[in-house]
């Protein structure tokens, strides 16, 4: 079955940059989007179509995605940033929506 | 501002069936699709079932497909999971998600504070 490859964890020092990967043999050709979850909440969208910001997310929030790699990527990390990240796709040969494991981000 | 508010949680037994609904506002509910994600405790996301803006396509993973059914009611702006045959494994809150557009194939933008469903004897 179709699979997104996160890393469980990645920790980053406050005001550093913090890059979160989702791999996938063919990702480049599909929109990724990014999901920031914190305990007990619901996840919130930081980025869409692999780079773009909804209204209200920081610009400290972006992506890129080529090749087999996406990425997240939180520039001048904040204590506050620290959560869960999902990457997503929509999977044409499935039809279905899914999601990549999660990343724990931890600010040191 | 985009609302979406689920009930219908609870505990069941194995084997049992539930209901879950979502109440939407604040948006043109027939114009885009709604989707129902999971998250088991402890757990990653999983989506389980999708339909577009008309109802009339539905998508599910291979994990639920033949036991979930998804629906809406866009007079009432509402969207329901049907869960029957209901396992352990089903355990999980579940999120009613709005996606982007019409079709659920974009990102998931506005999202319910979910409902726990606990299945257990």
């Known amino acids: 079955s179709y699979a997104l490859t996160q890393p469980p964890s990645v920790s980053v020092a406050p005001g550093q940059t913090a890059r979160i990967t989702c791999g996938e043999s063919?990702?480049?050709?599909?929109?990724v989007h990014w999901y920031q979850q914190k305990p007990g909440q619901a996840p919130v969208l930081v980025v869409y179509?692999?780079?773009d910001r909804p209204s209200g997310i920081p610009e400290r929030f972006s992506g890129s995605n080529s090749g087999t790699t996406a990425t997240l990527i939180i520039s001048r990390v904040e204590a506050g940033d620290e959560a869960d990240y999902y990457c997503?796709?929509?999977?044409?040969?499935?039809?279905?929506?899914?999601f990549g494991g999660g990343t724990k981000l931890t600010v040191l | 501002e985009v609302k979406l508010l689920e009930s219908g949680g609870g505990l069941v037994q194995p084997g049992g069936s539930l209901r879950l609904s979502c109440a939407a506002s604040?948006?043109?509910?027939?114009?885009?699709?709604m989707n129902w994600v999971r998250q088991a405790p402890g757990k990653g996301l999983e989506c389980v079932s999708s339909?577009?803006?008309?109802?009339?396509?539905?998508y599910y993973p291979d994990s639920v497909k033949g036991r979930f059914t998804i629906s809406r009611d866009n007079s009432e702006k509402m969207v329901y999971l049907q869960m029957n045959s209901l396992r352990a494994e089903d355990t999980a809150v579940y999120y009613c998600?709005?996606?982007?557009?019409?079709?659920?194939?974009?990102?998931?933008?506005?999202w319910g504070q979910g409902t726990l469903v606990t299945v257990s004897s």
């Open positions: 179509d692999d780079s």
């Open positions: 998600a709005k996606s982007g557009g019409n079709y659920p194939s974009g990102g998931l933008v506005d």
């Open positions: 063919n990702i480049g050709r599909k929109s």
């Open positions: 604040g948006f043109m509910f027939s114009n885009y699709a």
């Open positions: 997503q796709v929509w999977d044409s040969t499935s039809d279905n929506v899914v």
């Open positions: 339909l577009t803006g008309s109802g009339r396509t539905t």
